[in-house]
């Protein structure tokens, strides 16, 4: 599963001025169980694609309706979960029971003292985030007197420009992707070497002696429960006596 994160500080800007957003990507690959945490068999909920913060908010639907019988807001793709059902509070039922609802949910989930988490939200396989970093300037007289001609009827001066007109610029700042990886670095043949080398150090032992001594516990048990062996030693005893 993958989720897409962007990360947009940008506000509602005022007129007069020119705001560049810089962009860079970045993406982020976890390892699933046992080395990892991540869930690959989460893809889309009712948010749409996976990701942490999609599903807290389904969590939080959850616990509307499983209190209320209704969301604050409908999600955008319902179907998305089956067996479930969400229904958009009224005016009423939100103040009776959502907001009251939604506030507990709030409380607990931002509880870190918490042992068990209100939600079960693991984090996505794969995430791409999206950073962007804004600067801004003032325009110049000069460049809205340029602009004032390219733009549609109704700038009819310097300052109908000034006052009524934003510049936004949205680049990357680099072409180069980022990329932080989960790797592995102490898996089971890592501890088996460790433990050959600790036992081959301290005890001598190696993978031969391991295996003879498994197979004298096989034998022993075998010849003490099931008498083996018991022919063997007759036939011994028939050579002896014949000599």
Partial sequence: ???????WPLRPGSPGFI????????????EPP???NCDPKRVNNTYGRYEENSCVAQCRDDALMERC???????PLPDNTPGKSYRACTLEEWAQCGLEAYKDWVVKYSDVNRVQTECN????????QYKAQ?????MSKFYAESKSHKLPPGYNSTQDVLENLLIIDILFTSMQVSEIREIVT????????DCGGVLGLFLGASMFTVLEFLEFIILSIAKACCNFGKGNNLGDHHQLNDI
């Avoid at 599963?1 to 990360?7: F, L």
């Avoid at 705001?19 to 690959?29: A, G, I, N």
């Avoid at 019988?69 to 999600?75: A, I, L, R, S």
């Avoid at 102490?186 to 070497?193: I, S």
Wanted: aromatic share 10%; proline share 8%.
């Fill in 19 to 30: 705001y560049k957003v810089d962009l860079s990507l970045t993406q982020e690959f976890r």
């Fill in 34 to 36: 046992p080395a990892g």
């Fill in 1 to 7: 599963s993958s989720g897409i994160n962007a990360e």
């Fill in 69 to 75: 019988g209704c969301v604050h807001v409908m999600p």
């Fill in 186 to 193: 102490y898996g089971w043949g890592n501890f088996l070497g």
């Fill in 134 to 138: 804004l600067s801004s300037s003032m």
């Fill in 121 to 128: 939200c693991p984090p996505t396989c794969k995430e791409t």
